[in-house]
């Protein structure tokens, strides 16, 4: 977050309230988001394992990308492969 309020020419504190304030999630929420979406891409295209789809995403482990998965859709990510995964 740093480096995008550098480039905006703010403190990371204003840049935190401004990015609030314009898109109504909070900066670590959104790239979450981003992060859980392709990670249900992925899940749904690709036989890539968990293990290389959490790397993929941006998290370091995959009970990382597990927990936030559980957290924000109430299932793990082979459940959503199970349900939404392409054929094999």
């Known amino acids: 977050m740093e480096a ?7 403190s990371p504190r204003h840049f935190a309230r401004a990015f609030q304030a314009e898109t ?4 670590g929420r959104y790239v979450e988001r981003v992060r859980v979406e392709h990670a249900r891409r992925l899940l749904e295209q690709s036989g890539e394992g968990v293990a290389g789809i959490s790397r993929a995403c941006g998290y370091g482990t995959p009970e990382a990308l597990r927990r ?3 957290r924000t859709l109430g299932q793990s990510p082979a ?7 392409a054929p094999p």
Request: hydrophobic share 50%.
């Open 79 to 85: 459940e959503y492969r199970r349900r939404f995964g």
């Open 24 to 27: 109504g999630v909070t900066p």
């Open 4 to 10: 995008l309020a550098a480039r905006a020419a703010l």
């Open 68 to 70: 936030t998965f559980v």
